[in-house]
């Protein structure tokens, strides 16, 4: 099932949930929505299940207007943060209900409706605990549940609200990774809201990157993540370095530093930030006639296949973190309160205003 909005605006009293918002869901892809809290990913996400009517625009589904489609005629399943299982029933009931209510003539047999329960149960680690009620179960449990209630009717349209969130690390990823799976095999239009974006780029094919009630970018996740469209874009999707200074003719003069900068050879006097990944740093030893920005390691941290650096600006203009691979670190021999050389390898300049 494809899925659209089209000029989708909502407010709750003065507070603009979302402003004129308009994306397109491709049929079989699942979409991310990542963003801070209050970016209106959710109040999005109710809206298409139509657990919220917008103030303006539609919701299209399969090329029709679905604004006015009660939630049972929309084919959805979901799992929102605090769904709420039904009380009087066992966990194998829960997940059960979807399949037990179909009509008779697409009803599985008891035994298929035991097998796949059960193979869902497994999968979201809960097997010992179907003849449990939600009462008896934690917060995690009862969203794993949720979660495998949800995808037991293979719905045409799957839609997720943070449905890792309550879990601890190890579970979240191995869930991530079985969601992969399961939209691989099954190719349900899916779309899950997340504010993690190790999970939106792992997991998603498109990344819709959202901030007060815009979008702020879309796009496939090497996308959004090499090629960010906004400041907001590149300081959400990880850790980064900023250097606020002067652009002119391809040069940004930040403090004592000067970056290449080609992209902005027109630029004249312009006031910009350049934006650099941690693991877009290359350090060297200090030399004088070096080249790079000088600064002061004041903190490495190096297990595992990586080193993490901390370091401060000779010329004041702040810290900078920087990640080595492990082995380069070690051939650096580096400790703190060494010197060293700061070389960017990728910098983007956004302007901000000439001067």
Not at 103 to 115: G, N, Q, T, V, Y
Not at 166 to 183: F, I, S, T, Y
Not at 226 to 242: C, I, M, R
Not at 291 to 317: F, M, N, T, W, Y
Request: hydrophobic share 40%; net charge negative.
């Amino acid at each position: 099932m494809s899925i659209a909005v089209k000029n989708i605006g909502k407010r709750f009293g003065n507070f603009v949930a979302l402003d004129n918002v308009s994306l397109d869901f491709p049929t079989g892809e699942l979409t991310a929505l990542l963003g801070p809290s209050g970016c209106g990913k959710t109040t999005l996400l109710r809206l298409i299940a139509g657990l919220e009517q917008p103030d303006q625009g539609q919701v299209i589904l399969d090329g029709e207007d679905a604004s006015q489609r009660d939630v049972r005629e929309r084919q959805v399943g979901f799992v929102f943060q605090h769904y709420a299982l039904f009380r009087h029933m066992s966990v194998f009931d829960n997940i059960a209900f979807g399949l037990r209510v179909k009509p008779r003539a697409l009803r599985p047999s008891k035994e298929e409706i035991h097998d796949k329960v059960m193979r869902l149960l497994s999968l979201v680690q809960l097997d010992w605990l179907a003849d449990r009620y939600p009462s008896q179960l934690s917060g995690g449990q009862r969203q794993r549940i949720a979660l495998a209630r949800a995808l037991a009717v293979e719905p045409r349209v799957l839609l997720l609200d943070e449905p890792f969130g309550a879990l601890d690390a190890n579970v979240r990823k191995e869930l991530r990774r079985w969601l992969r799976r399961l939209h691989d095999e099954l190719h349900v239009t899916s779309i899950f809201v997340t504010h993690d974006q190790e999970e939106a780029l792992e997991v998603a094919d498109r990344v819709v990157l959202m901030n007060h009630g815009k979008v702020e970018q879309v796009g496939a996740p090497d996308e959004v993540y090499n090629h960010p469209a906004s400041p907001f874009v590149y300081g959400f999707l990880g850790n980064v370095n900023l250097f606020h200074g002067r652009v002119h003719e391809g040069v940004l003069a930040a403090g004592d530093a000067e970056l290449s900068v080609p992209d902005h050879s027109h630029a004249r006097d312009a006031l910009g930030v350049g934006y650099v990944r941690p693991h877009e740093l290359d350090i060297e030893p200090f030399t004088p006639d070096g080249e790079g920005i000088v600064a002061v390691l004041k903190r490495s941290h190096a297990i595992g296949p990586l080193a993490q650096l901390e370091l401060e600006r000779s010329d004041g203009g702040g810290q900078i973190e920087a990640v080595l691979p492990a082995e380069r670190f070690a051939q650096l021999k580096l400790h703190a309160g060494a010197t060293v050389l700061v070389k960017p390898k990728r910098v983007r300049v956004f302007l901000e205003e000439a001067a």
